[in-house]
């Protein structure tokens, strides 16, 4: 085991960051940006780490990673022990530490951070994961006998993984229904093979289905069988986690012709259709020259990312409020600017412009001030009066947000939603208004984040399991 | 992987495919759609159900090469396999006991008007089937539709079968003539489907016409497959395909089929040029028709 230095010794390393690839590289290609911890530069950041005996970083991850313990197995250099104490309670560490917010979650209340930066949480996880897979150490865990009950996960995004993974490993019979062709839900159609190689998400279907989850794609749920036929053909219980993929359009003028797209479906023909990969695939996808990107997340900064690496001259994000209100995570709007994005803030589209042959060519936008706090405390964007702009552009990506989808809720009778049409589920079992119906992730939350989606899964397990064993579903309720 | 128990020519460029996939043939209905794949690496491409064969689980898709995914359909052998096929997609048409019904089929159209006909007449409608092509050749499915139809309208454009001129013609006629109907079912290229829209308007007579706007994942996920309808946006995925023909925006549904044009002819270029090109020869000698002008 590696020695542990003293406290006050440790307080003076400073926080390692994996190297990244250099921004006029790669914005060449669709390889991942940051390269990863080394063994190395590991060993050392664990060394950062106080082990404080409350942790608080434990409290402010959503499935609460045992981080201190963890980061203990990387010192003793088990790396592939460390990812498996992650797994005990999140499934999905390779993903998780690439994409999760950890600056507003494990990292942000990191003992260290008050007076230095906060141990790097995830890139630690990331590293442990990598190891793991990259060395073929993952062991397939201890599977219970079976139980006789089956169980059918529609969607498979994080949250429908986690609940098969979390089931099977119980000795129940799982089923994935999964409507796209290719398992992962956002994992694999929208966030970028530069952010997320999908090779790490297949690992995790395929690891899944070595325990004997079995995958039915190409399978939409309420067209093809109902939840209610699901239930009459056998499956004692079900799992809905189709999440938010009903994309927000503003309803502005112009707002249909050729060159505006939906980011979920700029991202799905890049992504999932591999039209990036031009040579090999057929997905045809337009290579904007000036392209606009409205919206401020995390899915604003995945499109406009590959709009430049897809040949844009000029790449802007479009957004309404200020840097300060932009939900993206600021390491993803950081190499953003690396990379040469340009920011009109503050700024809003009012219409879009089209030549003869109905592409666009043009978008008009006013310019906005912050004005008084709206319900959500953020300071409400007002337009400028006469402050109008004219844009040119060839392609506009809007990244505005996604409602749910209503095609489950539409053919399932007795299962309740909100006004926004999510999916109503107990916070603590994530049972819905239907008997043995679960729901969880985006559907049940809006659009969220991967670590919100995998921990309403294994509350659903748990809940499902009790369910399924004759138990009283609160029971089992996490407190 | 769905097997595909057989795959003939019909026509100059037209092909019927059936497809071996019993649950989908099991719950799916008429005017809804498929989206398959032929291989790893191609497309997805929507298909609508031109028959359902609920006996042996065999969907029937009729299909016209116009580009290289439809190309490489032609290269499947029977017996053989494609990589997926999802659905029923879409909600199904719109069925009613209206008394007398005109379904109307112009080019590949043909093919999936023809379930609806016969659900038509299933819900104890009279029906009326025209149905039209540039030529005799490639008026297809005339038996089918002769089969169900109470009576009969073929046409071709050069006269070489039929009525010699445009379905829409007919359709005029029979309104001139008093026909009181009911409802009208049109599917086929856009500038027929518009044009039947117009003219029924005229006569104040509903209609169906069915959208294909380009696709992708055909679950109401991306919004690629937009259309404006009475000023609205729908997605023809999930909202449709069939809507009121009186309040579609026509011009801008064939715009947003021409995005792709040159990436769509480059691509099929490329396969065709390759020495490799396994292409059935009467697709080998392919040609993209100049665009016709609405
Ligand atoms: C572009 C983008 C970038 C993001 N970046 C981040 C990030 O950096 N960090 C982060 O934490 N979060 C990020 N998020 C959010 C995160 O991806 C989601 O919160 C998370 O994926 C939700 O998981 P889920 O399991 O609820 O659903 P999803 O991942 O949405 O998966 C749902 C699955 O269900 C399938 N489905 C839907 N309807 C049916 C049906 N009727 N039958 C069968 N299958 C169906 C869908 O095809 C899909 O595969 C991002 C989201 C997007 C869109
Ligand atoms: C609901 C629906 C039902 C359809 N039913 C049939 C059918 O029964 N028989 C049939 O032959 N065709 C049908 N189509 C059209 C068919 O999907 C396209 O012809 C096919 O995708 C073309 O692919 P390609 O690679 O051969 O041609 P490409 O080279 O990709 O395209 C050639 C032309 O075909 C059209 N097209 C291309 N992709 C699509 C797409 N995804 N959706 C719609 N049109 C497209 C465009 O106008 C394009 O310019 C239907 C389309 C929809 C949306
Ligand atoms: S799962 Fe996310 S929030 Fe939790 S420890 Fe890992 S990186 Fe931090
Ligand atoms: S709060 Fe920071 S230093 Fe303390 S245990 Fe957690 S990661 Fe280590
Ligand atoms: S095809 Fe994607 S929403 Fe209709």
Known sequence: ?479 | MPKVIDNMQIGPMVWKMRVEVPHLVEKAKAGQFVILRVNEEGERVPMSIAGLDRENGLLTIIYQVVGKTSGLMTTIEDGGEIADCVGPLGVASHVEKWGTTVVVGGGIGIAPVFPIAQAYKEAGNKVISIIGARNEELLFYRDEHKSVADEFYPCTDDGSFGHHGFVSDVLKKLMDDGVKIGMVMAIGPVPMMRVVANLTKEYNVSTWVSLNPLMIDGTGMCGGCRVTIGGETKFACVDGPDFDGHQVDFDLLSARLSAYREQEQAAMKKMLDDPNCRLHESVQNFKYPEPRKA
Not at chain 1, 250 to 272: D, F, K, P, V
Not at chain 1, 315 to 327: G, Q
Not at chain 1, 380 to 389: G, H, M, Q, T
Not at chain 1, 418 to 446: H, P, Q, Y
């Open chain 1, 1 to 479: 085991m590696a020695e542990k230095l003293p406290a006050k010794e440790r307080m003076k390393i400073t926080r390692q960051e994996m190297s990244n690839q250099d921004p006029d590289e790669r914005k060449n290609n669709f390889d991942e940006v940051p390269f990863g911890f080394t063994e190395e530069t590991a060993l050392i950041e664990a060394q950062r780490c106080l082990e404080c005996p409350k942790a608080p970083c434990i409290k402010g991850c959503p499935v609460e990673v045992d981080i201190p313990g963890f980061i203990r197995l990387v010192l003793e250099k088990d790396f592939a022990g460390a990812a498996r104490k992650i797994k005990e309670t999140n499934a999905l560490p390779a993903v998780c530490g690439r994409v999760c917010p950890q600056e507003e979650q494990c990292e942000m209340v990191c003992v260290l951070s008050k007076k230095f930066k906060p141990v790097a949480v995830g890139h630690l996880e990331r590293f442990v994961a990598d190891y793991e897979r990259e060395n073929n150490l993952t062991e397939l865990p201890e599977i219970a006998p079976p139980t006789g009950r089956k169980v059918a996960v529609v969607g498979s995004g994080p949250a429908g993984l986690t609940v098969a993974g979390d089931l099977v490993k119980l000795g129940h019979k799982v089923t994935i229904f999964e409507a796209l062709h290719k398992p992962g839900g956002v994992l694999v159609y929208g966030i970028p093979e530069f952010r997320l190689p999908k090779k790490i998400v297949q690992a995790e279907c395929d690891f899944l289905a070595q325990m004997g989850v079995e995958f039915k794609n190409s399978t939409v749920v309420g067209k093809l069988d109902t939840i209610d036929e699901l239930l009459e053909m056998g499956y004692d219980s079900v799992f809905i986690g189709t999440g938010a993929g009903l994309p927000n359009f503003m309803g502005l003028e112009g707002e249909n012709l050729i060159g505006i797209y939906s980011a979920n479906e700029y991202l799905t023909r890049s992504n999932l259709m591999r039209a990036f990969d031009g040579d090999s695939y057929d997905t045809p996808i337009i290579h904007g020259k000036n392209v606009a990107v409205l919206g401020g997340g995390n899915t604003a900064m995945d499109a406009v990312r590959t709009a430049i690496r897809l040949g844009a001259e000029n790449a802007y994000i479009v957004y309404r409020r200020s840097e300060f209100e932009m939900p993206a995570r600021k390491e993803e709007i950081h190499h953003a600017m690396e990379e040469g994005v340009q920011f009109h803030l503050l700024t809003n589209p009012i219409k879009f412009i089209g030549d003869e042959n109905s592409k666009v060519k043009q978008m008009e936008c006013i310019k906005m001030e912050l004005g008084e706090p709206d319900d959500s405390g953020r300071r409400r964007p007002v337009p400028i009066a006469d402050s109008n702009f004219i844009l040119d552009i060839d392609l506009v990506v809007v990244a505005i947000g996604n409602s749910s989808n209503p095609l489950i809720p539409a053919t399932t009778p007795g299962l309740e939603c909100n006004r926004w049409g999510n999916i109503i589920a107990d916070e603590k079992t994530m049972l819905t208004s239907r008997k043995g119906v679960f729901a969880g992730g985006d559907i049940v939350t809006g659009g969220a984040t991967v670590i919100l989606a995998a921990g309403a899964g294994k509350v659903a397990a748990r809940a499902m399991h009790a369910y399924m064993m004759g138990k009283s579903v609160e029971e089992t309720a996490t407190t």
